[in-house]
């Protein structure tokens, strides 16, 4: 992991953990997956109690999916020039967050999404929409 290799990776004397900019890697990364698995269970909650669900699951899918691309890069970072060879796994992880940005809904769409939903309540109209827009596609 990403943590394991900051630990045991030592440049200047010193774990690279222990310099501030590889810290500040680590805790964003933490917050960031830490949010995304939020967004997911309050999804599944929303889903599992029968209320509607598609516009948290929008916002969950938009930023778990960017948030993945997030900490891979940061993966990357912190592995350095081993984060783009084979026998560490940063880059496929890369390969791999990058895709789900892509499918079952593009981060545009649900940022589409998203906003006329927005704009669809701050007109007052709380009614579900005529015509629903599905995640992955107008």
């Known amino acids: 992991t990403m943590v394991a290799y900051a630990g045991s990776r030592e440049q200047f004397g010193k774990p690279i953990a222990g310099h501030q900019l590889v810290q500040e890697l680590l805790a964003d990364s933490a917050v960031d997956v830490d949010a995304s698995r939020l967004l997911t269970w309050a999804v599944a909650d929303l889903k599992t109690r029968g209320e509607r669900y598609s516009l948290a699951a929008s916002k969950a899918k938009l930023f778990a999916t960017e948030a993945s691309v997030r900490v891979a890069n940061a993966c990357i970072q912190v592995h ?59």
Request: charged share 25%; net charge positive.
């Open 80 to 138: 350095g020039g081993y984060g783009y060879v084979d026998e560490y796994p940063a880059a496929k992880y890369r390969r791999d967050a990058r895709v789900t940005t892509l499918y079952e809904g593009t981060s545009q769409i649900q940022q589409l999404v998203i906003a006329r939903n927005m704009i669809r309540e701050a007109e007052g109209c709380r009614t579900a929409p005529r015509r629903a827009i599905p995640p992955g596609g107008t």
